[in-house]
């Protein structure tokens, strides 16, 4: 009987020890599993998937991962917006925070940091799930945008020139998509419109630009124009002055000599009609008519006097407008030694004469006096 007791307690000890050790392994096997659950469901967290676009970031894959549209002017390299961006994220560190007002847990939004500033958002966007545990859900991300927080461009130009000009702005020419339509006449050469076109001033507006422009300006005959700025706003409307052809300015010369001498009286034929002058107007001249009119009414208190003698010619300030229009400043000194009295009496002419190509001619269309009156 002592054997049967000592046989069942044995058997007891053994069930006893199979079964703890069956329940250690049992709660073995729960932790084992519950903490790999923790750890597929931590690894599957969306903040893995941004780590991973901040890792290759800090490996400079920063073209690889963004996508870069081109800017749209025309008149910068269509790669500007992209190096900018690309120049202010280098050699900086990088961190990210989950967008405050992001409230789909499905799709996700992350801020992208270089430095304290912010640089790009990332949206991620569930692909599938499956539970865990019953009570939790391991999520499979895919990546639907990494948008960089691009410059906004914020330069801009205007510039008024004579409508004849040629601008380009940082090596390319404008046209009249950058024409605002706004327009303005040249009042000096308003008489000479009657005759042939004459330049206008025209205004260009170009923005959107992330750098400063560089504009360059020639007029129609090639020669660099210089401008004038301020802020944004540039002018060239003022014609360069060129050097004119020793033929073109010896004719001028004359023909102001002669207008001159039609006046005082000194060019034969002077009184009975203006056809000494008639040559070098247009027909029908508000010029020739004032001459006209001088001549039947004025020319007699024109004083008596020696045959004159020229003094100090030149001629100056040579500008074309086109190449049918041009002006230039005449100067001379008239001395005369009056008949009845022996003074010496002198007039000055200091006058700038524009001149048009009408046929195969220059003619007089418009002179402006420099003299104060």
Not at 49 to 62: F, N, T, W
Not at 318 to 337: A, G, H, P, Q, T
Request: hydrophobic share 40%.
């Amino acid at each position: 009987m002592t054997e049967m007791k000592k046989k069942k307690t044995s058997v007891f000890w053994v069930c006893y020890v199979l079964f703890v050790l069956a329940l250690v392994s049992f709660w073995l096997y729960i932790f084992s599993y519950v903490n790999k659950c923790l750890i597929t469901y931590e690894g599957a967290q969306p903040e893995h998937v941004v780590e991973k676009i901040v890792s290759d970031l800090e490996a400079g894959k920063a073209e690889e991962i963004f996508t870069f549209p081109a800017v749209e002017s025309r008149f910068e390299d269509p790669d500007v917006a992209k190096d900018l961006f690309l120049d202010s994220i280098k050699g900086k560190e990088f961190t990210f925070e989950k967008d405050a007002a992001s409230y789909n847990a499905l799709a996700p939004v992350y801020h992208l940091y270089a430095g304290d500033k912010k640089v790009a958002a990332v949206t991620l966007t569930e692909k599938s799930s499956y539970p865990l545990m019953f009570i939790l859900a391991v999520q499979d991300w895919e990546i639907t945008s990494v948008e960089p927080l691009l410059e906004t461009p914020s330069q801009s130009v205007t510039i008024k020139v004579p409508d004849t000009y040629i601008v380009s702005v940082n090596g390319v020419p404008v046209s009249d998509n950058e024409k605002t339509g706004n327009e303005w006449s040249i009042d000096y050469l308003q008489y000479a419109a009657e005759y042939v076109t004459i330049p206008k001033i025209t205004e260009y507006n170009i923005t959107g630009l992330f750098h400063a422009p560089k504009v360059e300006i020639t007029d129609p005959f090639g020669n660099e124009v210089v401008y004038t700025q301020t802020e944004n706003v540039i002018e060239a409307t003022e014609f360069p002055l060129s050097e004119m052809d020793k033929e073109l300015s010896k004719y001028v010369l004359q023909n102001a000599i002669t207008y001159s001498n039609f006046f005082s009286k000194d060019l034969a034929g002077c009184r009975n009609s203006v056809k000494p002058i008639a040559y070098m107007f247009p027909e029908n001249s508000y010029y020739l008519e004032l001459a006209d009119n001088y001549r039947m009414h004025d020319m007699w208190t024109y004083s008596s006097h020696q045959t004159p003698e020229f003094a100090k010619e030149k001629v100056s300030d040579y500008i074309r407008y086109s190449d049918d229009l041009f002006s230039c400043n005449v100067y001379f000194e008239k001395n005369m030694i009056l008949t009845r009295t022996k003074e010496l009496r002198t007039d000055i002419t200091d006058t700038t004469f524009y001149y048009a190509k009408i046929g195969d001619k220059w003619l007089i269309v418009d002179m402006q006096t420099n003299l104060e009156e």
